[in-house]
């Protein structure tokens, strides 16, 4: 776009809004971790806009289930940025109904704009006397909106502002998840696993630290559980059916593996039929039980064409200061031993340990060997 072609009111807008603009653009697609995306985005509107309260809304909710609002970042003036931890219970949300301005504002890819409404909710609900929702112009993830809060109407000039960031953001965000994405599932990459994976392995101090930018919500210790999938006899489902059929199972098993784990559980498609699984929080016991539930879905569910596939999963849990190599390497010795005992099997590292059957790693720290 020529200089002759921008908006009158942008020819005469003050160089330092200009300047600020500029600046939060940059500190946007300088920002690689997706959870803080929209924290970024909430905080750098309300900077340049000086409303009293920005927020950024996303629907939340397994495939055919009620979807609910997920606080991805409330900012507000004076205050520190919030945002809904990512492993809340779903029930303590708000109903996808219970807020129709912001599913106007989806439906129909425009602003919408109300008088006296409540931003966020529980502890950090503010009442705003005007506040207009605009959609995220995202073709990738999940839906959401914008909302912001001010004593006085948003001006033309502010709202046009405000569609231009909103325009780079959701190009940034479409470049962020295409990057971060497996092509065929459209389940998170190798890639991306190691920066998720850092976070989970870290000691909970340091993990608060590097949450000081949006501050999360009813923070918990719980730590986290790897998985590892492998569809069994996949190469026979190649040979036997051709790679189109091999593929449509590869993205069935992605859906039920969405269907079966929880919103805020990490999932990847690791390369052909393994996948990885990064369960947050519960007790051994309360990861076999949710590894066990995919399995069963996986041999139960009727394959075209195929009919039945299995998987045999190993798990381990993530200890701090694991490297991702070494805890996928306990993970996987799970898998090859669920191989060996028949297939269509859940195996717990640790408890293999335990049996007896396996050696515990640290018996073989000392014993690596360089070159």
């Known amino acids: 776009m020529s200089v002759q072609d921008l908006p009158a009111d942008v020819h005469h807008a003050p160089a330092a809004v200009v300047d600020d603009a500029i600046s939060h653009l940059a500190a946007l697609t300088a920002q690689r971790d997706r959870e803080l995306l929209d924290v970024t985005l909430a905080q750098g509107v309300l900077d340049l806009l000086g409303a009293a309260s920005v ?57 919408e704009r109300a008088e006296e409404q409540i931003m966020g909710h ?109 569809i069994d006899h996949f190469k026979r489902v190649n040979d036997s059916f051709g790679h189109l059929i091999g593929d449509e199972v590869l993205v069935l098993v992605a859906r039920i593996m969405r269907q079966t784990f929880r919103h805020y559980d990490r999932l990847y498609r690791f390369g052909g039929e393994e996948f990885v699984v990064l369960l947050r929080g519960g007790t051994e016991a309360d990861a076999m039980g949710a590894f066990e539930r995919f399995r069963r879905n996986v041999a139960s569910y009727p394959f075209p064409q195929v009919d039945r596939v299995t998987v045999s999963v190993g798990f381990t849990e993530v200890m701090h200061n694991d490297t991702p190599n070494v805890t996928f390497a306990r993970a996987d010795q799970g898998v090859y031993r669920a191989k060996h005992q028949g297939r269509n099997l859940v195996l717990c590292h640790e408890e293999l340990v335990r049996n007896g059957v396996l050696q515990s790693s640290d018996q073989h720290i000392g014993d690596v060997e360089l070159f």
């Open 55 to 111: 927020a950024v809304y996303r629907l939340i909710g397994r495939d055919g289930d009620v979807r609910r609002w997920l606080c991805c970042g409330l900012a507000r003036k004076s205050r520190m940025t919030v945002s809904d931890p990512m492993w809340v219970d779903l029930h303590e949300l708000p109903l996808e109904d219970e807020h129709p301005t912001r599913l106007r504002a989806l439906a129909s890819r425009v602003p």
């Open 122 to 230: 529980g502890e950090h609900a503010v009442l705003a006397p005007h506040v207009i929702t605009l959609p995220l112009p995202v073709e990738v993830g999940l839906p959401g909106v914008l909302e912001v809060g001010s004593a006085e109407p948003m001006s033309v000039q502010a709202l046009r502002t405000v569609q231009t960031l909103l325009k780079v953001f959701g190009n940034f965000q479409n470049l962020l998840e295409s990057s971060q994405r497996d092509a065929l599932t459209g389940l998170l990459n190798r890639q991306t696993f190691d920066a998720t994976f850092l976070k989970a392995s870290m000691p909970l101090a340091e993990r608060k630290c590097d949450h000081a930018q949006g501050e999360r919500r009813h923070s918990s210790a719980a730590g986290y559980w790897l998985g590892v999938v492998d």
